[in-house]
């Protein structure tokens, strides 16, 4: 199984970026997606979660309002849309995967992980 996170960078505050997260050697479909985030000096965060079939969506009160998670099933693909970024949102951004019923914002809840990508926000 491997999840390849993309789409991290430099953005002024106020700005915006769209992750991308592509899986492979899984049966994505069956998979419920999360985003965590990690900055430095701190523990890895939960971010946003989607449901196997795209209808459900879960947010982190800091992040709600801002991101907008969202799949496509044929791709293989979870994204993460983020707007009016802040530099509190300045981490380490990683991709998830969970095949069961889980709590959908627990780190031990996820079965895969993928390598993060970088967003630092500049204020």
């Known amino acids: 199984v491997q999840l390849q996170a993309s789409g991290g960078g430099l953005v002024q505050a106020g700005g915006s970026l769209r992750l991308s997260c592509l899986a492979s050697?899984?049966?994505?479909?069956?998979?419920?997606m999360g985003w965590f985030r990690q900055a430095p000096g701190k523990e890895r965060e939960f971010v946003s979660a989607i449901n196997r079939s795209g209808i459900s969506t879960y947010y982190a009160d800091s992040v709600k309002g801002r991101f907008t998670i969202s799949r496509d099933n044929v791709k293989n693909t979870v994204y993460l849309q983020m707007n009016s970024l802040k530099p509190e949102d300045t981490a380490v951004y990683y991709c998830?995967?969970?095949?069961?019923?889980?709590?959908?914002?627990?780190?031990?809840?996820?079965?895969?992980w993928g390598q993060g990508t970088l967003v630092t926000v500049s204020s």
């Open positions: 050697g899984l049966t994505f479909s069956n998979y419920l």
């Open positions: 998830a995967a969970a095949n069961s019923l889980v709590k959908y914002n627990a780190v031990e809840s996820y079965n895969y």
